[in-house]
């Protein structure tokens, strides 16, 4: 079981607690985590590209020229796919999805997976609890720095208006209930800090 130091807003070690191997002590398996991250980024494409075919294209009503005696191919519309303003073939339409199925299970092994490398590759920072008392950009900017945390994903354990107000306009980070931690902010944060009631939470869901 890992272990892993507690601290408080000005970076103090407070104590340490023992963390869930089966939320942050899975073994790497970048296949599985790159898979259901494939999968949940094609579920997030529009497929509204739209192209349009010989039916839809204005003109050619009438036969080009007649069906024998002119020495050319037979063509019954101008606006066939060769013909210059014709319909496009194959192309793709509005109905077109992305999505590819995956299951409960797997969302959950892929986090917990996320999860177990952000603590071994350093990048977790777990802070006893997250509070300012006034809304204020600044006294969260200065609460990051001292956390070593300029930037990257927080979670928070239960609602804070104070710290979700203050840092919502702070470049390249993210303030989320431990109930919102997805798969890609895990990825692509260079560091993540969690309160002790967002682990508690986490672990009782994840684990």
């Known amino acids: 079981m890992a272990e892993i130091t507690i601290v408080n807003q000005s970076n103090k070690e407070v104590g340490k607690r023992e963390l869930n191997p089966a939320v942050f002590g899975l073994d790497a398996?970048?296949?599985f985590v790159h898979r259901v991250y494939a999968a949940l980024a094609s579920?997030?494409?529009?497929?509204?590209?739209k192209v349009k075919d010989r039916s839809e294209v204005s003109g050619g009503g009438k036969k080009p020229w007649k069906q024998k005696g002119t020495g050319r191919a037979r063509a019954g519309s101008s606006r066939q796919a060769q013909w210059r303003h014709g319909g496009t073939a194959h192309g793709p339409n509005a109905d077109t999805s992305f999505a590819t199925r995956i299951n409960k299970k797997e969302r959950r092994r892929a986090l917990c997976l996320a999860l177990s490398d952000c603590l071994r590759?350093?990048?977790l920072t777990v802070v006893d609890k997250?509070?300012?008392a006034e809304i204020k950009t600044k006294a969260f900017v200065d609460?990051?720095?001292?956390?070593?945390?300029?930037?990257?994903?927080?979670?928070?354990?239960?609602?804070?208006?104070?710290v979700e107000l203050s840092g919502r306009n702070v470049p390249n980070t993210r303030i989320v209930l431990d109930g919102q931690v997805n798969l890609h902010d895990l990825l692509k944060s260079k560091r993540v800090v969690l309160t002790s009631a967002a682990i508690d939470n986490l672990e009782e869901r994840l684990a």
């Open 29 to 31: 398996d970048a296949a």
């Open 130 to 132: 997250l509070e300012l």
């Open 43 to 49: 579920a997030q494409r529009g497929g509204t590209s």
């Open 143 to 162: 609460t990051l720095t001292a956390l070593g945390a300029d930037s990257g994903l927080i979670v928070l354990g239960e609602s804070n208006n104070a």
């Open 121 to 123: 590759e350093g990048k």
